[in-house]
Nanobody, 124 residues
Framework: QVQLVESGGGLAQAGGSLRLSCAAS????????MGWFRQAPGKEREVVAA????????SYADSVKGRFTISRDNAKNTVYLQMNSLKPEDTAVYYC?????????????????WGQGTQVTVSS
């Protein structure tokens, strides 16, 4: 399995920005498709954004399109989530996920490695 460590969460005001990072180890990073998911209290885990192994393909939840950007640096074994124009409804625990394979995965069952999560809280 891949070990994933998220960082960069915290408290932000509505309209502000945060950048999440996820450092991976244990497997060749460039062979992994990656995703960011989030889970708010009482809700199911949902995809936020996903990226292919090379970074050439990305996918976003409708709720974050135009505000969030997923990217990766295969030389640094790290995937990022730049979050701009934050809203209170973005408050959740954000998880990084990884899996071998081509393409993009937008469901949790497409991933077999998960980070511990990082809390993002957006105040109004």
């Amino acid at each position: 399995q891949v070990q994933l460590v998220e960082s960069g969460g915290g408290l932000a005001q509505a309209g502000g920005s945060l950048r999440l990072s996820c450092a991976a180890s244990g497997r060749t990073f460039s062979s992994l498709r990656m995703g960011w998911f989030r889970q708010a209290p009482g809700k199911e885990r949902e995809v936020v954004a996903a990226i292919s192994r090379s970074g050439s393909m990305t996918s976003y939840a409708d709720s974050v399109k135009g505000r969030f950007t997923i990217s990766r640096d295969n030389a640094k074994n790290t995937v990022y989530l730049q979050m701009n124009s934050l809203k209170p409804e973005d408050t959740a625990v954000y998880y990084c996920a990884a899996a071998d394979g081509v393409g993009i995965g937008v469901l949790p069952r497409f991933y077999d490695s998960w980070g511990q999560g990082t809390q993002v809280t957006v105040s109004s």
